[in-house]
């Protein structure tokens, strides 16, 4: 089983909202509360971007394009982090993912399957 789990992507109109939901079942508690989190996201013929980022103390980061539109939040005695994306766009569509940052900016973890999000009418 991957370290993290993606879900709750889906077809959604422009202008819709989702939540996505990260989880770390096989990781411990001391072990997830401290580790800054982040989504990505992987668009056809594109390379896989970051957008939002949350550190230990709730501190957010947020792609300017994805800025005033998409909130990035954790529950760590979930081990969830959490991406509530609202007014999508077309160019939302992509496929998602989280993964642990490290002090430079690097993945910590393999990636898992990711969820799709397709914005379209």
């Known amino acids: 089983q991957a370290q993290l789990v993606e879900s709750g992507g889906g077809l959604v109109q422009p202008g819709g909202s989702l939540r996505l939901t990260c989880k770390a079942p096989?990781?411990?508690?001391?072990?997830?509360?401290?580790?800054?989190m982040g989504w990505y996201r992987q668009a056809p013929g594109k390379e896989r971007e970051l957008v939002a980022s949350i550190t230990s103390d709730h501190t957010t980061h947020y792609a300017d394009s994805v800025k005033g539109r998409f909130t990035i939040s954790r529950d760590n005695s979930q081990k969830k982090v959490y991406l509530y994306m609202t007014d999508l766009k077309p160019e939302d569509t992509a496929l998602y993912y989280c993964?642990?940052?490290?002090?430079?900016?690097?993945?910590?973890?393999?990636w898992g399957q990711g969820t799709q999000v397709t914005v379209s009418s």
């Open positions: 993964n642990a940052l490290t002090a430079t900016s690097q993945t910590r973890y393999d």
């Open positions: 096989r990781m411990i508690f001391s072990v997830f509360s401290p580790l800054v």
